[in-house]
């Protein structure tokens, strides 16, 4: 996420941070860098301006004439700057009004909002504990309705039953009727995208949020199409008074622009961002914390938050018990795989530690695949519970089975058998509070290493 304009920034902080002092010419120098990084970045002209006019004069000022570590103040100074273009603080869903809530998405087609709608009502039923309704207004698109009722029977949400030759305008009423009938809490609708803005879009659009009268509107736009989604976002504030923006494929964009640019140019909060494929992959917007990306500074709250969402808790505290026994076993160790995972893989755990973009560097570098994690389970589950238990057991003739058995030669088990025991090595340092070692990212380094191919 936003790895292009992550790397060039720590490129400018790194030489700011080097310098004991720092002369008017070298922060100007520093800013015209920052500057660019952000122009190339996609992020709009005016917010890269008003960005630089508001750290200028602070970073010349006197906090960092005197300050011990100049390049350090300017980091400080370009992150409380960032958090203030992105929105400040998180907006919340508007759900204080009587049920049924009603939502309205709204966007291009292709954006993701049929997806997104799945995956919204799914957040609010396991974060917000809301029963969810949700409706498809897409008459015009192939199978665009019974797509929506798909994703609702997979994910064990609930859809408003299609009816063929309906107007979305009564679609909408039923909705509302139906959801009143059967306790819902919040009704989703999710309405017809076009493949560009045109006058009969936002007349149908103006008379359903009329009909539905939502709490929020919310506008659903592609972060990879960089400054063309903040341009959509200004002509749907125009037409219907957009309350929220979600932004989608967050995860592969590389350059940030939209989302660095949305709340400043729009005046409208991005409340969610979509960071993946699967029906839990929609984060809340946390100002603070994308700013901690951006400037490679990792997102440690979030990543305890989804462990503690992600992760068996009887799985954490028998860890724990573990941990303080000095005890570890493939049984523990296939637990952690399996725990990675349900929280993205590596590379979903490593974006949201610091100085995220030498870890992938470093995982380049050493040739450090997400297939490990596979075919280390798969090894694993081909071993007996005995051999799990005590890995010492595991002589040539069982490796041979074991190697049949899941599929892979030899050199793989040794090579697991390995990185097993730098681990268990790990665990029993950390128990007696021993350990630190640790890489350039602050991530164990026989934890790295055992990574490696």
Aim: aromatic fraction near 4%; include cysteine.
């Amino acid at each position: 996420m936003f790895e292009n304009l992550t790397n060039k920034l720590e490129q400018v902080f790194g030489n700011l941070k080097k310098a004991p002092s720092l002369s008017e010419k070298q922060v100007d120098d520093g800013l015209k860098n920052i500057r660019v990084a952000l122009l190339e970045a996609d992020v709009a002209l005016p917010v890269a301006k008003k960005l630089i006019e508001n750290i200028r004069p602070k970073a010349i000022g006197q906090e960092i004439i005197r300050s011990t570590s100049p390049g350090q103040m300017i980091v400080k100074i370009v992150y409380d700057e960032l958090v203030k273009i992105l929105g400040s603080t998180k907006s919340d869903l508007n759900l204080n009004k009587v049920p049924p809530v009603c939502f309205m998405l709204v966007g291009l087609q292709g954006s993701g909002k049929t997806t997104t709608a799945a995956k919204l009502a799914k957040f609010l039923e396991k974060q917000n504990k809301k029963k969810v309704l949700m409706v498809s207004l897409d008459v015009y698109r192939p199978a665009a309705q019974e797509q929506l009722k798909v994703l609702g029977d997979t994910n064990k949400i609930n859809t408003l039953p299609i009816i063929e030759g309906q107007l979305p305008v009564d679609i909408a009423r039923r909705a509302i009727n139906s959801a009143s009938l059967n306790g819902i809490d919040v009704v989703i609708f999710d309405t017809a995208g076009r493949n560009q803005i045109d006058l009969g879009m936002m007349q149908e659009i103006k008379e359903l949020k009329s009909t539905i009268n939502p709490s929020e509107t919310i506008l659903v736009a592609d972060s990879l199409t960089g400054q063309v989604a903040v341009d959509i976002a200004s002509e749907f504030k125009k037409t219907v008074n957009l309350s929220a923006i979600i932004l989608t494929r967050v995860d592969g964009d590389g350059r940030g622009g939209a989302a660095v640019s949305m709340k400043y140019t729009t005046e409208i909060p991005i409340k969610f961002i979509g960071v993946g494929e699967k029906i839990d992959n929609l984060e809340i917007f946390h100002p603070d914390r994308i700013a901690n990306r951006i400037l490679g500074m990792g997102d440690i709250v979030s990543l305890v938050e989804k462990a503690s969402q992600d992760l068996s808790q009887d799985n954490i505290k028998q860890a724990e018990e573990n941990l303080k026994k000095g005890q570890f076993s493939l049984e523990d160790y296939l637990s952690q795989l399996r725990q990675m995972k349900k929280m993205g893989g590596m590379e979903g755990v490593l974006s949201l530690l610091p100085g995220v973009s030498k870890i992938k560097n470093q995982m380049d570098n050493a040739g450090v695949d997400e297939s490990v994690i596979k075919k280390n389970e798969s090894i694993i589950l081909s071993m007996t519970k005995n051999e799990r238990q005590n890995p010492k057991i595991i002589n040539g003739s069982r490796k041979k089975r074991i190697a049949k058995g899941s599929g892979n030669d030899i050199a793989n088990i040794n090579k697991l058998l390995k990185q097993f025991k730098l681990m268990s090595d790990m665990m029993k340092k950390m128990s007696k509070k021993d350990f630190k070692q640790t890489n350039n990212a602050g991530i164990p380094e026989e934890l790295f290493n055992q990574f490696k191919q």
